[in-house]
């Protein structure tokens, strides 16, 4: 009984980083002064699997991209999307959430 | 995007396969000069600053197609045409800066060339999604018409993929542009 405990255990650990909860991914950009611009952010990142969403600060110049349970999306992958998007890319910086749900207008 | 002040009527419909350039359709009828173009419009970005608080570009925009008249002489005359200016612009959540020239050739018809500058200040600073109004001064610089110089103090309001600009000139000419992003 104590060595299944261990093994349940061990699988835990070993499994973990491939049972990613649904994240957020905070994007550090520079440029994105427009909303109006700024739109293409959302085109291109919503055509990415695994993507649920994603909210624009225009004062922080951070970009939130919200993903999915299970899938990833790799800083390579946002910096070539900012990038493509026609923004310089500084930084992210991933972690557990969810965005938060737009207020109805 | 459709463009009308009190001179010119313009659409142009384009798609941007990068960031670096963008080529579609562009139609323009001058009213005073009676001269009409229909073309293909090339627009490249020839250098993007990405700053933490503001954006600056510069473009060269270029076409080429036929160009037809009303005028006299040149009645229902169609030429080869082409076209050729650059653009730049600054701007930050604050403030805009921009400057366009344009020269036009439009073979035996016409031969011209315009300058324009904008300055704009935002009354508020809105969120991304909010409704978002600038208010702009136009400043058009036609050298070879009697009117050389207009002034047209206009409205720049943009939500989503919707921008309109609406504003009176000097000369008591409305202008109306609208754009929407696909």
Not at chain 2, 36 to 60: D, E, I, T
Not at chain 2, 71 to 100: C, I, M, T
Request: with cysteine; hydrophobic share 40%.
């Amino acid at each position: 009984m104590k060595q299944l405990g261990f093994l349940i255990v061990f699988l835990g650990i070993v499994l973990m980083p491939f049972s990613a909860k649904a994240g957020l991914a905070v994007v550090k950009v520079n440029g994105m002064v427009c909303d109006f611009c700024a739109q293409s952010l959302e085109k291109v990142f919503m055509e990415e699997e695994g993507v649920e969403g994603l909210t624009v600060d225009l004062d922080t110049q951070e970009v939130t991209i919200g993903i999915e349970d299970g899938q990833s999306l790799s800083k390579e992958k946002i910096e070539e999307l900012i990038v493509y998007s026609g923004y310089a890319f500084i930084g992210v910086t991933y972690k557990e959430g969810e965005l938060p749900v737009k207020e109805q207008e | 995007m459709s463009m009308n002040n009190g001179d010119t009527n313009s659409v142009h419909a384009h798609y941007s396969p990068s960031i670096h350039y963008s080529v579609g359709y562009k139609g323009i009828y001058h009213r005073d000069r009676e001269l009409g173009f229909n073309g293909v419009q090339l627009n490249y970005l020839l250098k993007r600053w990405n700053n933490p608080a503001s954006q600056a570009n510069v473009y060269f925009k270029t076409g080429a197609g036929v160009g037809y008249s009303d005028r006299d002489a040149f009645d229902n005359e169609f030429e080869p045409s082409s076209f050729a200016g650059f653009a730049a612009d600054w701007e930050n959540r604050r403030y805009f800066v921009g400057y366009e020239n344009h020269y036009m050739d439009a073979g035996d018809i016409d031969e011209f060339y315009t300058q324009k500058a904008r300055v704009g200040i935002a009354p508020y600073i809105g969120d991304y999604g909010d409704l978002h109004t600038w208010l702009m001064l136009q400043i058009d610089h036609a050298p070879d018409e009697d009117n050389q110089w207009t002034v047209t103090p206009l409205v720049r309001m943009f939500k989503g993929v919707h921008l309109w600009e609406t504003g009176i000139n000097n000369n008591g000419e409305f202008l109306l542009n609208y754009i929407i992003r696909y």
